[in-house]
C-alpha cells in the first residue's frame, strides 16, 4: 500500500456468524457420528468392514474440523475482535472529553471528535478535508511540518504547542501525537491534545501566591528574604551598604478586635500604598506578617539619611485613613539595621531591624530606632525575663506601690493610684516599664492585672477597717482586660469577694480603648452600673476628643505627664494643658494631672483651676503601709479641725 493510502469508509458487515454457527453444528455432528460408529458399528458389521470403515469415519471428521471448521471459527473471531475494536474507537471519537483528531499522510483531517472542535471552535465537518497548518501562525509553519515528518517517520511525540482559535487568539495547548500505521507503511497521525491555558493561569497563581501577598500585592517574607540575600551578595562584591527598615503598624491588634479583620485589612492595604509612593525602582517593599513589613534600601547611604527617609515613612502615615467613611489617624514604628558586619546574613539582618522595632514600642512607639551592636545579649535576656515573668505568676511575687493623689486646693489625699511592681528573688524590685509590655506581649497581662486589682480592692477595705479616711483606689485596666467579655462580672466578683463598694474604686483605661466608641460605650455602661467611676489615663496621646467623651461616662480624665513635663518652656504645651482642663470642665469631668514635680507646675494648674495632682513633688509611690501612715494623719488633723470648732 502506497503512502497515500486513504482510510476507506467502513464496510457493510458479513454475516459471518451464520457460517460459524453452520459450521459448528456440522463439526458436532461428523463427529458424533464417527464416536458412535467407533462404539457401536462392529455389532452389526463384518470385522473386516468395521476396521475399514471407521477409520474413514473418524479421518474425515478430524479432517473437517481442521481443514474447514477451525479457519471458518478464526475468521469469525478476528471479525467479533475488529467489530469490538471499531466499537471502543466510535465511543473514544464520541465521548472522550480528551480532543482527538486523525490526519492522513498530507496533513488534512481524516476525523476529529467533538471535543477537538470544541477546542478549536470550529464545526467539525468545516476541518474534515482541511490542511491543520491554518490553525498555525505562519512564522510557525516550518517548525510544524518538520515535527509532523518525524511524525510520518514513526517517532511519536509530546509538545507544547500555541494553535489559533477561531475567533482570531492563540492559546496554548498540549499535544501527543502517534503515527497511524497500516501494514509497514504510516497513512497519518493521531493527534491527542488538551488546553493547557487553565493549568497554566493555576500555575502561575500558585507561583504567585508563594511569593507575593495575596492581599496588598507586594512581596512576601520568602521574596524578600531571597531578595535581600542577593543584595547582600552583591554588597559584598561592590562594598554598598544595605539597610533594612521593619516596620510595625502601632495598636493594629486593638483596631483589629475593635472594628473587625476586614476593616484592619482595608487598612492594611491603604499603609501598603503609602509604603510604596516615594521609593525608588531599586527599593524593595514587603510586608512579612501581620501588620509587618519590610523595606529594603539598596546604596542605602548615610546613618542620617536612613533616619530622615524613615521618618519620611512616619509622616507619610500622618493623615488620616479613610475607611468606611470613617477618619482613622495611625501612627507605626520602624527599627533599622545596616550591613555593618560579614557575617550579617539576610536572617540576621532583618532580626536586628525587629530588635530595634522592638525597642521603639518599648519606648512609646511612633518613632524610628536604629539597631546597636550593644544589644546581642538583649534578646536571650529578654527570654529569661519572660521565663521568671511566668513564675512570678505562679509564685505571686508581685507587690503593689501606691502614690497619692491630692486635692489642688486643699492638699489633702483624695485616692490613691495603684502601681504594681515586680519583687524578683535576684534582680530585687524590677519596674513596670521592664516587665509590663513582655506581660502584654504574652497575654499574661489579664493575670496580672486581676490580681491588681483584687489586691488594690482588699487593701483599700483593709484601710477602710482600720477606720482610715474612705478613699477610691485607682486601677489601671490593660487593653486585653477591657476586651475581656466577662470584664463586669469579673470586677463585680471581685467587689463581692473583697467587701469593698463600688463608688470606692476608680477604673482607668487610656483613649485608645474608647477607639470603637460603641464597644466602649456599652461596656462602660455596665461598669458604672455597679456604681464605680471611669477615668481616661494620658489624655492627649491617643485617639480621643472631646466629641466621644459626651458619648461615654466618664467622670475624670488624666491630664498625660508629657504634657505637664514641659509646661513651663512648652507654650504649646502649656497651652495644651489649660485647653484640657477648660474643655473638660465644660463637659462637667474632673481633670487629674499626673507627673507633677516642682512648684511652678503646680502654681500652673492651680492657675487654671485643675482639680487635683499626683506627683513626686508631694509623694513618689509608697508601699500601702505608709499609705496607711498618711491616711492616719490626715484623721488626726481632721480630728483636731473638728476638736477646735
Not at 493510502?5 to 464417527?34: C, D, F, N, W, Y
Not at 510586608?287 to 521618618?311: P, T
Not at 512570678?392 to 486643699?410: C, R, T
Not at 462580672?489 to 469593698?500: C, D, S
Request: aromatic letters at 8%.
Amino acid at each position: 500500500m502506497s503512502a497515500t493510502t486513504k482510510l476507506s469508509p467502513r464496510q457493510p458487515e458479513q454475516p459471518h456468524h451464520v457460517s460459524g454457527i453452520i459450521s459448528r453444528v456440522v463439526a458436532i455432528g461428523l463427529s458424533i457420528l464417527a464416536v458412535a460408529w467407533a462404539a457401536s458399528g462392529h455389532w452389526w458389521l463384518s470385522t473386516p468392514q468395521y476396521w475399514q470403515s471407521t477409520p474413514i469415519l473418524v479421518l474425515a471428521a478430524l479432517v473437517y474440523v481442521f481443514c474447514f471448521h477451525y479457519p471458518i471459527v478464526q475468521r469469525t473471531n478476528s471479525f467479533a475482535q475488529d467489530n469490538l475494536h471499531t466499537l471502543i474507537v466510535q465511543s473514544l471519537l464520541k465521548y472522550s472529553p480528551v480532543a482527538l483528531a486523525v490526519i492522513d499522510s498530507e496533513g488534512k483531517f481524516l476525523e476529529l471528535n467533538e471535543s477537538s472542535s470544541q477546542l478549536l471552535g470550529y464545526e467539525r465537518h468545516e476541518l474534515l478535508g482541511k490542511s491543520f497548518l491554518h490553525l498555525f501562525d505562519a512564522e510557525n509553519h516550518q517548525d510544524v511540518l518538520r515535527s509532523f515528518k518525524s511524525m510520518l517517520n514513526g517517532v511519536t511525540q509530546a509538545m507544547s504547542i500555541r494553535v489559533l482559535h477561531r475567533v482570531g487568539y492563540s492559546f496554548e495547548i498540549n499535544v501527543t501525537t502517534a503515527p497511524l500505521i497500516h501494514g509497514n507503511e504510516s497513512i497519518g497521525a493521531i493527534i491527542i491534545s488538551y488546553d493547557v491555558s487553565d493549568r497554566n493561569r493555576n500555575a502561575e497563581r500558585i507561583r504567585y501566591m508563594a511569593y507575593y501577598d495575596d492581599m496588598t500585592g507586594l512581596p512576601n517574607r520568602r521574596t524578600f528574604m531571597l531578595q535581600l540575600t542577593d543584595s547582600l551578595i552583591s554588597a559584598g562584591d561592590d562594598d554598598s551598604s544595605i539597610a533594612i527598615l521593619y516596620l510595625d503598624v502601632d495598636r493594629f491588634k486593638l483596631i483589629n478586635a475593635s472594628f473587625g479583620r476586614e476593616f484592619g485589612d482595608m487598612l492594611l492595604m491603604q499603609v501598603a500604598e503609602r509604603l510604596t509612593r516615594n521609593l525608588d525602582e531599586q527599593d524593595v517593599v514587603a510586608r512579612m506578617e501581620g501588620d509587618e513589613f519590610a523595606i529594603m534600601f539598596r546604596n542605602a547611604g548615610e546613618e542620617a539619611q536612613m533616619l530622615a527617609k524613615a521618618k519620611e515613612l512616619l509622616h507619610s502615615l500622618d493623615e488620616p485613613f479613610e475607611l468606611q467613611g470613617f477618619p482613622l489617624h495611625v501612627t507605626a514604628s520602624i527599627g533599622i539595621a545596616w550591613n555593618r558586619l560579614d557575617k550579617d546574613d539576610a536572617g540576621i539582618l532583618v532580626k536586628k531591624a525587629d530588635m530595634a522595632l522592638a525597642k521603639v514600642k518599648e519606648s512609646g512607639k511612633n518613632n524610628c530606632l536604629l539597631y546597636s551592636e550593644e544589644w546581642d545579649n538583649s534578646s536571650l535576656e529578654r527570654l529569661k525575663l519572660q521565663h521568671d515573668l511566668k513564675q512570678a505568676v505562679q509564685k505571686g511575687e508581685f507587690i503593689l506601690h501606691y502614690q497619692p493623689q491630692y486635692d489642688l486646693s486643699s492638699g489633702s489625699i483624695v485616692g490613691v493610684e495603684a502601681l504594681v511592681r515586680w519583687q524578683h528573688p535576684v534582680r530585687g524590685l524590677v519596674p513596670p516599664s521592664h516587665f509590663i509590655p513582655l506581660a502584654e506581649e504574652s497575654g499574661m497581662i489579664v493575670q496580672i492585672g486581676d490580681w491588681v486589682l483584687e489586691e488594690a480592692c482588699r487593701q483599700n477595705k483593709a484601710w477602710q477597717d482600720e477606720e482610715l479616711p474612705f478613699i477610691p483606689v485607682s486601677v489601671n485596666l490593660s487593653i486585653r482586660q477591657f476586651l475581656q467579655q466577662n470584664l463586669t462580672e469579673k470586677v463585680a466578683h471581685i467587689l463581692a469577694r473583697t467587701g469593698l463598694e463600688a463608688r470606692y474604686l476608680d477604673l482607668e483605661i487610656t483613649e485608645s480603648m474608647t477607639m470603637d466608641v460603641n464597644h466602649a460605650s456599652i461596656c462602660l455602661l455596665e461598669l458604672t452600673k455597679l456604681g464605680l467611676n471611669i477615668s481616661i489615663d494620658d489624655f492627649g496621646t491617643g485617639y480621643s476628643s472631646f466629641h466621644y467623651l459626651k458619648k461615654l461616662p466618664i467622670g475624670r480624665l488624666k491630664i498625660d505627664r508629657s504634657f505637664v513635663r514641659d509646661i513651663e518652656q512648652d507654650p504649646g504645651d502649656a497651652a495644651i494643658v489649660a485647653a484640657i482642663i477648660s474643655m473638660a470642665h465644660n463637659l462637667n469631668l474632673q481633670v487629674i494631672a499626673e507627673g507633677v514635680e516642682n512648684e511652678a507646675q503646680m502654681h500652673f494648674l492651680q492657675k487654671h483651676q485643675c482639680d487635683e495632682m499626683q506627683g513626686f513633688i508631694w509623694s513618689a509611690p509608697v508601699e500601702g503601709s505608709r499609705i496607711a501612715e498618711m491616711l492616719k494623719s490626715v484623721a488626726a488633723v481632721e480630728y483636731k479641725k473638728q476638736e477646735l470648732s
